[in-house]
């Protein structure tokens, strides 16, 4: 780094003492912006490109995507950025405490007059990035449970259709298309070719697995290819593949690389095989040995079947012997029955009883309060009144009648009716019906009318006898 005075040519100061004295002449005045912009200027051409290692510490993750921090070690510390294009490459994540190796280049942040280290590659100090990666996201991934075995599924003993996620033109397929075939030739294979490696194997892998669980009828998936270096592996430890294996609903046998290869992918998985050819061992059956057990079991299940059938046979003979008259038994059935109807007709008849008497009862209750009874014995009151003088009406008529009859009696005893009845007359004049008492009433040849006890006479007077 060249000295401070060469920045700023001066010919009007000298240093004396550590103190600057004005000389005749003076050099031009600088703002601080200018100051710092000449810095940077001198920083970035004199640290054009540096390889810092040191400890992160105080890390700040934006959402601009740039990651902020310091570079530190025992005695010092600078400032240093990874801008997000540089971030968004890197294959494992910065965090407080780690030690890198870092490449970039010095810089001035002019708004604060700090300076600062503008990265351009960080790599873990003694880890290499991609085994760091996978640690930090193994760990990530074991503390949210997706490596626990509490999620694995069981392997389907027969299945009927398996898929197959790997690459078309590989050796991994045809180790599985030849085991599968040999073991389990019923079964229907739903084969989805895939990159296994590169910049697509990771989007296809992940879209393959999610297609399969859409399928049904597939019960049970292999995901793998064959061996190769940890580049070419890769693309079985990214997160994505890793979760769409956990997140699947179909069983998942991962069988990547060799025996001694591990990936993050086998750790999801329900079932791990070392290579291909196992994971197919792994996911059927061996057929011959099906039809060995098939036909041991059907010959164990024909001679059970017949120590059973002996056995119910002989049951069946003792207890026909054991058996009574089924006759017998349905008629003491029956006479069991009409016993039964019997005592229940009888406490029907019983409970109907009780309940008319509870309902007498309840009505005499009911009654005693009901205003209709007090209406009814007023009624009746009423109606012995009406009797009573009907009865007086009837006496005193009859009473009346009586005196009536009498009275007629007497006035029958006076009437001239009656003396006409003993055979006396009533003489009357024809002019005017006067009753004549004296013969000197009438003259000769007058006309006179006289009544009988029974009929009327019209008579003519000859002659008037005077006594």
């Known amino acids: 780094m060249p000295p401070l005075e060469k920045l700023i040519p001066c010919t009007g100061f000298e240093f004396t003492n550590n103190s600057p004295v004005v000389s005749d002449l003076f050099s031009p005045l600088l703002t ?24 992160i510490s105080n ?19 600078i400032r240093a950025v990874l801008f997000r294009s540089q971030a968004d490459r890197l294959k494992f994540s910065l965090i407080d405490g780690l030690e890198v190796v870092a490449c970039g280049r010095l810089s001035v942040y002019e708004p604060r007059g700090d300076y600062q280290l503008l990265l ?27 490596f626990e075995l509490r999620r694995k599924k069981p392997l ?59 399928l049904s009828e597939v019960e049970v998936m292999i995901v793998g290819r064959g061996g190769g270096s940890i580049e070419d592996l890769w693309a079985f430890n990214e997160e994505p593949v890793v979760r769409a294996i956990a997140d699947s609903k179909i069983p998942v046998i991962s069988a990547v690389g060799h025996e001694t290869d591990v990936t993050l992918a086998d750790f999801a998985s329900d079932c791990r095989a070392p290579t291909p050819s196992v994971a197919a061992e792994l996911a059927v059956p061996d057929w011959e040995l099906v039809v060995r057990r098939i036909q041991q079991n059907h010959g164990r299940l024909t001679r059970t079947m017949q120590a059973l059938l002996s056995q119910a046979s002989l049951h069946i003979h003792r207890l026909e012997q054991r058996l ?10 029956s006479q069991r029955v009409d016993e039964l109807e019997g005592q229940m007709i009888d406490c029907f008849v019983q409970r109907c009883r009780t ?9 005499g209750v009911v009654w005693e309060h009901n205003p209709k ?36 009696l007497l006035l029958h005893q006076l009437s001239p009716l009656a003396v006409l009845g003993r055979g006396y007359s009533l003489a009357q004049r024809a002019r005017d019906g006067k009753i004549l008492k004296n013969a000197q009433e009438v003259s000769c040849g007058e006309m006179i009318r006289v009544t009988l006890n029974q009929g009327h006479l019209a008579c003519q007077v000859n002659q008037v006898e005077r006594s």
């Open 324 to 333: 009574p008259e089924p006759r017998l038994i349905l008629r003491r059935h």
């Open 32 to 55: 601080v912006t200018e100051l710092t912009g000449q810095i940077r200027l001198q920083l970035e051409s004199g640290f054009p490109q540096v390889w810092v290692t040191g400890e």
């Open 59 to 77: 890390l700040r993750c934006p959402s601009s995507g740039h990651r902020y921090f310091t570079l530190k070690d025992q005695a010092s510390q």
């Open 120 to 146: 351009e590659v960080v790599e873990p100090k003694g880890l290499g990035q991609r085994q760091l990666a996978f640690l930090q996201l193994k760990l990530q991934l074991e503390q949210e449970g997706i």
């Open 373 to 408: 009874a007090g209406i009814m014995r007023w009624h009746d009151y009423l109606d012995s009144l009406a009797l009573q003088v009907q009865d007086s009406m009837r006496q005193y008529l009859k009473d009346h009648d009586q005196r009536i009859q009498t009275l007629g």
């Open 156 to 214: 389907p003993p027969y299945p009927q259709k398996i898929g197959l996620v790997t690459s078309s033109t590989g050796a991994a397929i045809h180790d599985l298309l030849t085991v599968l075939q040999r073991r389990w030739p019923l079964a229907h294979l739903v084969i989805l070719p895939v990159v296994v490696q590169g910049p697509e194997a990771v989007l296809q892998i992940t879209e393959a697995i999610q297609t399969l669980n859409a």
């Open 355 to 363: 309940l008319r008497f509870q309902v007498l009862e309840y009505q």
